[in-house]
């Protein structure tokens, strides 16, 4: 299956490599490229794309901007944005990640896991850049003072709790396997179902479910 990406930079060279890099890879397509958020929204609307990979400053609209019209909440048919980004600024990873974005990661990423990271957001999965998503955890933990939902929570095995837990405090997969020892099949399929069950989009919003209601504790 090929995976079709819109390239969104202002800069020429940053949209060359990326474009150097992810067709070199035989289930990678560019297909089209914009120089500013306003470019990204037009072709992304007319081709789109499986997945928008949407810098953060460039002019007319920025990256946070044109991914709110792109992806963010009440969007019919939105379309997958991960946001790729030099700077490495809490302001920007709560921004993109309210604006609907899928994903974080900044650019100074090996060339392996901007591909990796394309193709986890493509498949419908959420990823954010490891150091971030611990920030992430600790912001939202800091900041959050919203009481706790009384609602009935949706049941989930005792393994799938565990997962959750893990998911929480920013582990990867093949983290999340070591510590219960069992395979990074199984965590997958724990993930999918804890996500099915709490209604969450993806990893993030899992993250965020679990604080608020005391799954887990900040700092534990």
Known sequence: MTVTVLIADDQAVVRAGFRTILESEPDLRIVGEACDGQEAVRLARHVRPDLVLMDVRMPVLDGIAATEQLAGPGV??????????????????????????????????????????????????????????????????????????????????????????????GLSNVEIAQALTVSISTVKTHVANLLAKLGCRDRVQAIIYAYEHGIVEPGV
């Open 76 to 169: 019919e048919n939105p379309i997958s944005v991960l946001v790729v980004t030099t700077f490495d600024l809490d302001e920007y990873v709560f921004a993109a990640l309210r604006g609907g974005a899928h994903g974080f990661i900044l650019k100074d990423v090996e060339p392996d896991q901007l591909v990796e990271a394309v193709r986890v957001v493509a498949s419908g999965q959420g990823l954010v850049a490891p150091g971030v998503t611990r920030r992430l955890i600790a912001e939202f933990a800091r900041t959050s003072k919203r009481p706790r939902s009384l609602e009935p929570q949706p049941a989930l095995t005792g393994r799938e709790r565990d997962t959750l837990v893990l998911v929480a405090r």
